[in-house]
């Protein structure tokens, strides 16, 4: 299985702050690479698919970046409603495994 | 609405059985592959189960396989997930998602909003 390592595992943030969360593959992926956000008590969100392709809707504050193995997520201006955590995960083969999470709290 | 809606989460014994369903509404389930996915109490996403669009192909985390079934009814658009000899590492919100393609990749855009299963005696 293909394992996701995201960094950190959370951090802490203010509003307005630039916000970068890092994804690392065992193996190269491509781009197969998919961002989630997930607020508490709810159904994650998809944001960034194909690595850096944003899905429609998505305020484009955020923006993915990376191939192969290296990847990020960028939250260029912090907002309110965007605490929350954030998953990576690959869609590159079976299981389409997820990163362990990252936590974005209030500073 | 495009929604899928979740149901028959309960609590259950140590080796018991759990029948997950999984409603699409407002969209032909057959045109997707369909997947479970499940979180622990403060854990993080972990992939359950996959079906193919005809129910052709199914595959399943290590953890569910022999024990977890995944299935299809593209005539009532639903979705199952058939659990035995669960145990309390089940114990979980189970979430189904649909799978979009776009452009040659794979992502799941639309997911419901999950059912609880708890396992304990």
């Known amino acids: 299985d293909i394992q996701m390592t995201q960094s950190p595992s959370s951090l802490s943030a203010s509003v307005g702050d630039r916000v970068t969360i890092t994804c690392r593959a065992s193996q190269t992926i491509s781009n197969y690479l998919n961002w989630y956000q997930q607020k508490a008590g709810k159904a994650p969100k998809v944001l960034i698919f194909a690595a850096s392709t944003l899905e429609s809707g998505v305020p484009s504050r955020f923006s993915g970046s990376g191939s192969g193995t290296d990847f990020s997520l960028t939250i260029s201006s912090l907002q309110p409603e965007d605490f929350a955590t954030y998953y990576c995960?690959?869609?590159?083969?079976?299981?389409?495994?997820f990163g362990q999470g990252t936590k974005v709290e209030v500073k | 609405e495009v929604q899928l809606v979740e149901s028959g989460g309960d609590l259950a014994q140590p080796g018991g059985s759990l029948r997950l369903s999984c409603a699409a509404s407002?969209?032909?389930?057959?045109?997707?592959?369909m997947t479970w996915i499940r979180q622990a109490p403060g854990k993080g996403l972990e992939w359950v189960a996959n079906i193919k669009q005809d129910g052709s192909e199914k595959y399943y985390a290590a953890s569910v396989n022999g024990r977890f079934t995944i299935s299809r009814d593209n005539a009532d658009n639903s979705l199952s997930l058939q659990m035995n000899s669960l145990t309390v590492e089940d114990t979980a919100v189970y979430f189904c998602a649909r799978w979009a393609a776009r452009y040659g990749f794979y992502y799941m855009d639309l997911w419901g909003k999950g059912t609880t299963v708890i396992v304990s005696s």
């Open positions: 995960q690959q869609s590159y083969a079976t299981p389409q495994t």
């Open positions: 407002e969209f032909f389930l057959k045109r997707y592959y």
